[in-house]
């Protein structure tokens, strides 16, 4: 369906691994060997916080109905600036038309959304989900996709308080609403959600098959597998990358997420929890 990355950690030039990895996410958006389609043209989107932002700090984002690797401003945008969290996805459509607002990522105040999967047989289910959305979130939809609407029924169920919680009860309701639609797997895909301090990254399906997953090991572990890697000394400590596939081949340096998984990435590093989604 698309391909998405997160990073968190000491301020990057987002370029490094949006443009500039042997498996970049631009290099994915031509060829993607993990993904459902291999190709990812049909516009992308670029969300960042800045570096002195502070808490709370809205996130810029730039959508292009452009194909990633044809867009010149995303490389001057990338390269121009560092940020300390950033979002970027590159989409293939699957039925809402290619435009702007159908872009991810998604924001709303101080929070950034993206989802790599889909609803399934969303026309059938979409009223119900939408009417299911405050009437103050309402207004905010300004696209087509089920991903937006699913990111407005999270918020509507408590996203800003409890983002796994909130998501278990949003994916839980797309579920039942889509089995009283006689729709045998409702859900699919990988979301990343944050607020500009954390990065919560879902991986479920509701067939238990979902798309990949994957993060990066904690840099000074690389350092120590890999002491003469140059590359190495672009990234800080801190650093952490979350990718819908490896930014590269080299052994250990990325981890598979496990199905129904939440990784949850902070200042601390890593953990993951078990995913449940409420009935």
């Known amino acids: ?28 958006s031509l060829n993607s060997p993990l993904g459902a389609e291999t190709v990812n043209g049909d516009g992308f989107g670029f969300g960042w916080y800045p570096v002195d932002g502070g808490p709370g700090a809205e996130p810029g984002y730039f959508h292009s109905i452009e194909p990633a690797w044809n867009d010149q401003n995303l490389r001057e945008l990338t390269r121009s600036i560092r940020s300390p969290l950033f979002f970027s996805h590159v989409r293939a459509a699957a039925g809402p038309p290619i435009q702007q607002t159908n872009c991810h990522p998604y924001r709303y105040e101080n929070w950034l959304f993206m989802h790599n999967g889909y609803l399934a047989e ?34 509507s169920l408590g996203l800003r308080d409890d983002p796994i919680a909130a998501l278990g009860a949003a ?25 500009g301090e954390t990065v919560w990254a ?18 000074d572990v690389v350092r120590e597998m890999y002491p003469d890697a140059e590359r190495l ?43 449940v989604v409420s009935a």
């Not at 987002?14 to 042997?22: E, F, G, K, T």
């Open 233 to 275: 000394k672009l990234f800080g400590s801190h650093a952490h990358v979350i990718v819908s596939e490896p930014l590269n081949d080299v052994p250990g340096v990325f981890l598979e997420v496990p199905e129904s998984t939440v990784a949850v990435v902070d200042h601390s590093g890593y953990r993951h929890e078990p995913f």
């Open 122 to 155: 969303f026309p059938k289910v979409k009223r119900d989900l939408t009417y299911a959305v405050d009437p103050s979130l309402y207004p905010h939809i300004l696209g087509t996709t089920d991903s937006e609407v699913l990111f407005h029924l999270a918020l």
């Open 171 to 195: 994916i839980g309701m797309v579920e039942s609403v889509g089995h009283e639609h006689g729709i045998a797997f409702p859900m699919q895909g990988t979301i990343a959600v944050t607020d």
């Open 1 to 28: 369906m698309c391909r998405w990355l997160a990073y968190t950690g000491e301020p990057l030039q987002p370029s490094i691994v949006i443009l500039d990895s042997p498996h970049s996410l631009v290099a994915q």
């Open 202 to 219: 879902f991986r479920y399906s509701s067939q238990g098959r979902t798309r990949t997953l994957y993060h990066s090991v904690d840099v």
